[in-house]
Structure formats: C-alpha cells, structure tokens
C-alpha cells in the first residue's frame, strides 16, 4: 500500500512560512483596480507555519511576534517562493512581515 508523500514546511530560527492570499482587484470603495496595480500592493498573506524564534548572542530566545492562522501584510517581494507539494509558499524573515491584520 502506497504511503502518503505530503511534505510539510517547518521553518527556522525566526523564518515564517507563508500562503500568500489572492490579491484584491476592487478598492475599499469598489473602484475596480488594473491587474498591474492589484498585483503590485503590498501581500496579504497567513501564516501557515513559524519557526521557534532567533537566538541572540547572550543565547536567549526571542520569542516569534505572529503565530500560525494569522493574516499578515507583508512587502510583495518578501522572502523566498517556494513550491511544495504543488503549493506556493512564501519563507520570510519575521522581521519583513509589516503589520497583521486582527
């Protein structure tokens, strides 16, 4: 019997895995967007996987500022693409995530 070969990420140190959301093509007030501006915004994306945070030189753990199933924005050209299981995903720094959405 075949075994399931499904891959899953698990990031380092202060690495975030992510899955980047699609991009919004109507503004706030329903102006529809052209496909290049929509896809040159900032990225939503949520946080599929983080790593256990960086270590400093002290040798203390600092803790991950964002935890798995929150939605993130993050500059569109953050981190590295990333295809697993024939799925996209983004490894960022958890320093290049800007803000997360609540």
């Given at each position: 019997m075949p075994q399931s070969t499904t891959?899953?990420?698990?990031?380092t140190a202060d690495?975030?895995?992510?899955?980047?959301?699609?991009?919004?093509e109507k503004s706030a007030g329903g102006i529809i967007l052209p496909g290049s501006q929509a896809k040159t915004q900032t990225a939503i994306c949520e946080v599929i996987a983080v790593g256990p945070?960086?270590?400093?030189?002290?040798?203390v753990r600092v803790d991950m500022p964002v935890?798995?199933?929150?939605?993130v924005i993050c500059e569109k050209y953050a981190g590295t693409e990333v295809e697993v299981d024939g799925e996209k995903y983004i490894l960022a720094k958890a320093t290049e995530i800007v803000a997360v959405i609540e």
């Open positions: 891959k899953k990420i698990l990031p690495y975030v895995a992510l899955k980047e959301q699609k991009a919004e945070g960086r270590m400093t030189p002290a040798g935890a798995v199933g929150q939605k």
